[in-house]
């Protein structure tokens, strides 16, 4: 079902609305905007029902006076989408955990309000509760992340600096991500590498003349540990810039070795993520995960000799798990006690091989993420960045928490948009951020390995145009 605008323009964050209260063959009924501005007056209004007989809902908001354009367009998006979660809400007797907020990035939507002068830092909480209908533990959630959140340092000179290395050894199911099979694109695999060296090679003069300084470097993916460890010695020994945080994304522990481990130490990687998903063997298999737990375990160990800070991915809502399997993980993972845990709540995408109906147990996934809040923090860690994608079970979100100050600033950077990135590889975003025009400008290479290959020439231009 989708809802009729009057204005196009709020059609698309009004449709997420709907679609986080009904799966599309579940709304019983069709749904129209209309609007009517009269100087600073503004009337919303909701025709919901079925053929003839449509309800009206009318809601009369004021738009402040003497304020620019773009951010009166931000407002009204505002009204009438809290107008329309007041009229879904009634009709369904349901209540979202992140009330009306649709967007990625609730913390930077936070944060927006506390820079623009439109509230002061300790209203945020009972801010996003009374206005925007967010939950009281999530309302706290966004507040204890914005208060760990102290790395952040906005000046356009510091620039972080990303590779994408988009292979993996298997697809699990769950993955919607542009990511091609090792046995698919192997015997592209040096040709790429040699690719992405002279896109690096070529940024590395852009950096020189406009005295860009890189803060953090992070390697992802994908799985860039796929590669052997004479492929990464030859990307990592032509990144020569002496940062104190320098990330590669390991992942799947059926990848990683002590001869790839030591190539990363030896070029200056402080922090790495293994990544387990869950420590239930049989949902790894239903998921086309091929490492074990003995596997995730044996890497762990053998990071610890290199003193790397290590993440640990998990999901809740994998097929086929129930709450007791989670709770097992979480208990799992304390023990092993890794100085980051990212705790992400399933998004069953159309990339994806898994479809909405296959998703059992939604209301187990709730309490699975609540309880690994809850326990997490208890055991010393705290929440630090956080993000939303679409199609999440539950309208949930990703969280991810640290403890004994190993915050990742790269994460922080991401998700709050607050520095530019210099991105690599296939299906790498680059992104500029101007700080005094509070303004964002993206910059995308093409999405497939193939295509980046053919194209590395064009790609690298309209790089180096977009920096300088």
Excluded at 74 to 103: A, C, D, M, Q
Excluded at 139 to 155: G, R, W
Aim: glycine share 4%; charged share 30%.
């Amino acid at each position: 079902m989708k809802i009729c605008c009057q204005n196009v323009d709020y059609e698309k964050d009004m449709q997420d609305l709907v679609n986080l209260f009904f799966d599309e063959e579940d709304c019983p009924f069709s749904i129209e905007h209309l609007e009517e501005k009269n100087g600073q007056s503004l009337k919303s209004t909701f025709l919901v029902g079925s053929g003839d007989e449509r309800k009206k809902f009318e809601k009369n908001f004021v738009i402040p006076d003497k304020i620019d354009s773009l951010l009166e367009k931000s407002l009204i998006k505002r009204n009438f989408k809290n107008h329309l979660y007041e009229v879904l809400s009634s009709l369904t007797k349901k209540t979202l955990p992140w009330g009306s907020l649709t967007g990625v990035r609730p913390t930077k939507f936070a944060r927006d309000l506390v820079d623009r002068g439109e509230i002061k830092p300790h209203l945020i909480s009972e801010t996003l509760v009374r206005e925007y209908y967010v939950s009281q533990e999530k309302a706290k959630l966004v507040t204890q992340i914005l208060q760990n959140q102290k790395s952040i340092i906005k000046n356009d000179k510091l620039v972080d600096l990303f590779l994408n290395i988009p292979i993996c050894p298997t697809r699990c199911n769950y993955c919607s991500f542009i990511s091609s099979e090792l046995k698919t694109v192997a015997d592209k695999v040096d040709k790429y590498l040699d690719c992405l060296i002279r896109e690096l090679e070529e940024m590395k003069k852009v950096i020189a003349e406009k005295s860009y300084i890189v803060r953090n470097i992070y390697i992802g993916g994908g799985t860039p540990t796929v590669l052997t460890a004479q492929q990464l010695e030859k990307l990592l020994s032509h990144i020569t810039y002496p940062v104190s945080e320098f990330t590669v994304e390991c992942g799947r522990a059926d990848t990683i070795t002590k001869e790839k481990l030591n190539v990363l130490k030896k070029n200056g990687v402080t922090r790495i993520s293994i990544n387990p998903q869950t420590f239930c063997e049989a949902t790894l298999k239903r998921i086309g995960r091929k490492s074990t737990n003995k596997e995730v375990f044996d890497a762990y160990m053998l990071a610890m000799e290199y003193d790397f800070v290590v993440n640990m991915d998990i999901i809740a809502g994998l097929t086929g798990e129930r709450f007791a399997t989670f709770k097992k993980t979480i208990s799992t993972l304390l023990e092993l006690y890794p100085q980051n845990i990212t705790v992400h709540t399933l998004s069953v995408k159309n990339a994806s091989q898994i479809r909405g109906e296959e998703i059992k147990f939604k209301n187990d996934i709730t309490k699975m993420v609540e309880y690994a809040e809850k326990i997490l923090v208890e055991n010393g860690y705290k929440p630090y960045y956080m993000y939303r994608q679409k199609h999440q079970v539950g309208g949930l979100e990703n969280v991810g928490f640290f403890r004994d100050d190993t915050v990742c600033r790269f994460n922080i950077d991401s998700m709050e948009d607050t520095s530019s990135v210099i991105a690599l590889g296939a299906g790498a975003i680059s992104k500029r951020v101007f700080s005094i025009e509070n303004r964002i400008e993206r910059q995308p290479n093409c999405k497939f390995i193939e295509d980046y290959i053919s194209r590395i020439d064009e790609m690298i231009e309209k790089k180096i145009k977009f920096f300088l």
